[in-house]
């Protein structure tokens, strides 16, 4: 015997043995639970699970049909949730609400839960929405194809950094004889020297710069006008002040 989809929308078709999961959700859930099994002992389902509430003992991808029955206060986005990993791909869903004019409430949610091929089935009050889930397992893992590693030698040429270097570039340069003179006599530098010799004897201390004015260390303010230490800091008599010699021009 048909069942009354205005009670908790279940397909006829499905067989008698077949696996059902009913939620129900409403304001009046005793009396919605109560009319439901007389509506499952008539139509002669064997196999139903009734509740009222979500049960951790539901098994994933168990069940050929989740019919949930609701008002427009419940949420169903938990019990839509559970409906979906319970539900075996391809089997339907039913939400009927107890509260007209839910239609496209209803139709979003389901949709937002992953289910397809929604439907809007007419009845005289109340509103009620069939849904499919989608034809894959939910469980389902995909392999990944990976490119196969390459197994090809990169071919780039690597230059031997000591190649681009001369003979000359690995020869110690010899500073034994730099500055090497005969006793009492001043140390020279050598024509190659790398010692610092060389910018030693460059430094040399230049004459002595004069001046008419005689005040040259007291600073510019005291300074004649040819004297050589304009525009240098002040500094003590008698101190050695290196001149720049640079022409600015």
Known sequence: MPVDPLVFGIDPSLNSNSKIWILVATSDTDSKISEIRNAVVEARFENVVIDKELS???????????????DSATNLTPLLGAAFEALRPKSKISVVCTTDNQNSSLKTQVTLAGFISISFPVVPHGS???AEKVAFSSTETVPLKLPAASTSKIDDDII????????????????????????GKKKRACKNCTCGLAEEEAGVEQPVAKSSCGSCSLGDAFRCATCPYLGMPPFKAGETVKLNNIDDF
């Open 160 to 183: 031997d950094e000591r190649s681009l270097l001369a003979e000359e570039d690995f020869k110690k340069p010899d500073t034994a004889a730099c500055g090497v003179t005969e006793e």
């Open 56 to 70: 951790m003992g539901i098994s994933r991808e168990s069940f050929d049909h989740v019919a949930i029955v609701c």
């Open 128 to 130: 009620q929405v069939v």
